[in-house]
């Protein structure tokens, strides 16, 4: 960082493990700011220990956001230079502060980004996926009746899927995602990214789900689950008895929804079935 430059507001990434992934600028600005505005102070404190930093710390998180930014606008209008951080990676990235960082453009603020981690990104880079166009989902819905709904929206897509998953709920979102998109569909799970336990697998999702079911292992920590987008090799018609028989299975038993669904598209029924 160059002069330290006051009213700013700094976004900074933190790492999303590896500590010694934070940039000595990032390090610089959390130390030369007025406030560090962290989602979760005790969360972030440790850290701030770790690496010298006495900057005060106040809480932005998504329970208290709306309040807070009017606070931090008056700080920052008053002169002050603000740090945003979240728990871990890039701020505003599936976490709090996007309220906080509009507000701050509307009122005349500058707001500078500290590039460093983020999940999607670092999963991405490893995932053998196409990297030239891609979509950040974030995390889907937690019911399975919306999360498989947004999937079908998502199924004609051709670029690279990425979504953010919880331990709890990886083995559904795979499964739904087999059942949407096929189980030929590749698909990457990226688990616990520069952390001790990191796990990077890559097969066709079919087999993704068999993996991560039968591992207790693979099914703890923080998850980034990428999906290729579909291929031209596949067929419209079977993309669409795909859709439509996702659809009929959540009323109907397998066999029966595979036949309804070849007979409406044309598609054949055994690859709707096995898929």
């Known amino acids: 960082m160059t002069a330290h430059q006051t009213g700013c507001l700094w976004v900074v990434a933190t790492p999303i493990g590896h500590r010694d992934d934070i940039s000595a600028r990032a390090i610089e600005t ?3 700011v007025s406030v560090i505005a962290a989602e ?5 404190r440790p850290l701030m220990l770790q ?22 606008v008056r700080r920052l209008q008053d002169g002050e230079s603000v740090a945003l951080i979240s728990d871990a990676g890039t701020p505003l990235v599936s976490d709090p502060g996007f309220r906080l960082v509009r507000a701050a453009r509307e ?33 889907l819905p937690p019911k399975s009746a919306a999360r498989r709904s947004r999937l079908q929206e998502l199924a004609g897509d051709a670029r690279t899927l990425i979504f953010y998953e919880s331990s709890h709920r990886v083995v559904e979102s795979l499964t739904d995602m087999r059942d949407v998109f096929g189980g030929e569909r590749p698909g990457v ?20 789900v068999e993996r991560v079911t039968s591992d207790p292992n693979q099914q703890r920590g ?4 990428l ?4 291929g031209e090799h596949e067929d419209d018609q079977l993309a669409e ?6 659809i009929l299975r959540q009323e109907l038993p397998a066999a029966k929804a595979a036949k309804l669904a070849a007979a409406i598209t044309g598609a054949p029924r055994k690859a709707l079935y096995e898929g």
């Open 107 to 139: 009122a005349g603020i500058r707001c500078a980004p500290v590039p460093g981690a983020c999940a999607a990104i670092a999963a991405l880079s490893v995932a053998g996926l196409p990297s030239d166009r891609f979509v950040f989902e974030g995390f």
């Open 241 to 246: 008895g795909r859709r439509v028989f996702t």
């Open 222 to 225: 923080e998850f980034v689950i």
């Open 189 to 208: 799970v990226a688990r616990e990214l520069t952390k001790m336990f990191e796990t990077v697998l890559g097969e066709p999702l079919a087999e993704l």
């Open 40 to 44: 979760d102070t005790r969360h972030s």
């Open 51 to 72: 690496l010298n930093i006495s900057t005060p710390l106040i809480a932005l998180h998504e329970h208290n956001e709306r309040e807070a930014v009017a606070a931090i």
């Open 30 to 32: 959390l130390r030369n």
């Open 227 to 230: 999906v290729a987008g579909r």
